[in-house]
């Protein structure tokens, strides 16, 4: 009976898992795009503050790269589950802030996913 009650506790964990994934991989191919000065302008957003597409492609790069480390393809807790909301929802607004507005959108997403599951 425990064991039921505390994996209800976390329902969304595994969508969080996956949608941060989804939304890294795709902030990381951006960040790939943008160094390699390819234009994908019909699907970023119209304003983005840019200072330059290098500097961009590495802060995405990063971004992906970090946000997979800490809740993504590591099974290990790196960081408690409870907290990490706070995590994706910052670094999926600055994914969106950096160019990648569709993997920063999904790993925003999983961030509130993450916090209603925390509040639960």
Same mark, same amino acid.
């Given at each position: 009976? /425990?064991?039921?009650? #505390?994996?209800?506790? *976390?329902? %969304? ?9 989804? &939304? ?5 191919? %951006? =960040? ?5 000065? +390819? ?10 503050p *840019? ?5 961009? =492609? ?5 971004l992906? /790269?970090?946000s997979?480390?800490?809740? =993504? ?6 960081v ?9 929802? +910052? ?6 802030? #950096? &160019?990648?507005?569709? &993997? =920063?959108? /999904? ?14």
């Amino acid at each position: 009976m /425990i064991d039921v009650m #505390f994996m209800a506790s *976390h329902r %969304y964990e595994e969508l969080v898992r996956v949608l941060n994934i989804l &939304g890294s991989l795709i902030a990381i191919v %951006y =960040g790939i795009v943008a160094i390699l000065n +390819v234009s994908l302008q019909f699907i970023t957003p119209p304003s983005s503050p *840019h200072v330059s597409t290098f500097f961009d =492609g590495i802060v995405l790069i990063v971004l992906g /790269i970090v946000s997979l480390t800490v809740f =993504g393809v590591n099974k290990r807790k790196s960081v408690s589950y409870n907290s990490v909301w706070i995590l994706l929802l +910052v670094f999926g607004i600055l994914m969106f802030w #950096f &160019g990648s507005a569709i &993997g =920063g959108l /999904i790993v925003v997403l999983g961030g509130l996913l993450a916090l209603l599951d925390a509040l639960r």
